[in-house]
């Protein structure tokens, strides 16, 4: 028996790092496979392949355990990602650009819920701090502050002139590492100053294995530092799909501190002697974090009215 790490799947394909480092290409045991389905066009009859995986389908991240020189079945994972399809991701770093796109609290707002929604640990890194002054760097910080209160780790770089690159380095160390962040971030600027030739190695890897423009890209794990990183970018574009209003408040951790008399609250704007909305007046929570949840359960409400037509 031996195991290793799932690195990429290509047409039913598994390639898997071994414990001892070398590289394997083998198939799953028949009952862990994906199967093919077709779907017919009633119109042209023609066939429309498509794929679904039976419970228990290993995936990329996955420790495969293998015997007789198939994966004969999975560990635990400690959680999945959907966009990637990646198992067992330690962290999703989420790149923030300090300016060009503008800083918006709401969107990181935005992107901690949807990570945190997944368990997921966030790692947010502020790029393009070189576009700052320092009296904007220095206000932006004092913000940040009340996010790394709340227990998640801040980086500042600018990924053009190599500041603050080690730190993100350090961070990957042993970790899979998933990127994500708004197209424009500067997510491929960073990895490359972190990793440098990542993104050539990643595309002649592609193309090693046979992946044109016009296929479905995979996702594949690239080890780095005895950890991973994905080579598909995370969500860059967000919405609160997925999320019931009655959960969203306790994905906003930073609220867990304060209680609210009122056992039913949605802790809204313009509930009289609502405990999290006195926090707010008090200063201890952050006002554009009230915000942010305001109008995120707005749309959520949206939807659902839209949904049901009430
Ligand atoms: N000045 C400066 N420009 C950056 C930095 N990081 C990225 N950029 C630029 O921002 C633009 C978008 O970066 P890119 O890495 O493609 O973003 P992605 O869409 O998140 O992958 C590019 O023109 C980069 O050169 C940085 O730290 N400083
Ligand atoms: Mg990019
Ligand atoms: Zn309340």
Known sequence: ?????????????????????????????GKLRYEKKYMVNE??????????????????????????????????????????????????????????????????D???????????????????????????????????????????KVLYVDSKHDKGIDLVRDELRGKITVLSGQTGAGKSTLINAVVPGFLLKTQEISQALGRGKHTTRETSLYPYLGGFIGDTPGFSKLDVIG??????????????????????????????????????CEGKVLASRYDSYNKMYKEILKKWKYLYQY
């Not at 999320?243 to 802790?267: A, P, T």
């Open 110 to 152: 935005l992107f901690l819920v949807n990570i945190l929604k997944q368990r997921i640990k966030p790692l947010i890194v502020i790029s393009k701090i070189d576009k700052l002054s320092e009296e904007e760097f220095l206000d932006l910080k004092e913000k940040l502050s009340y996010y790394e209160a709340m227990g998640y």
């Open 243 to 280: 999320i019931s209003k009655d959960e969203l408040s306790s994905l906003f951790v930073d609220f867990d501190g304060y209680s609210c008399r009122f056992s039913d609250c949605n802790h809204t704007e313009g509930i009289k002697g609502c405990g999290i909305h006195e926090a707010v």
């Open 43 to 108: 119109k042209s009859l023609s066939k429309k392949e498509v794929l679904t995986t039976v419970k228990n389908t290993p995936k990329v991240g996955d420790i495969a355990v293998i015997e007789n020189g198939m994966i004969d079945h999975y560990q635990i994972r400690k959680n999945e990602m959907v966009r990637p399809d990646i198992a067992n991701v330690d962290q999703i770093l989420l790149v923030f650009a300090a300016k060009e796109p503008d800083f918006s609290f709401f969107l990181l």
């Open 1 to 29: 028996m031996e195991k290793g790490r799932i690195l990429n799947l290509c047409g039913g394909v598994y390639k898997v790092l071994l414990e001892d480092g070398s590289i394997v290409s083998i198939k799953a045991r």
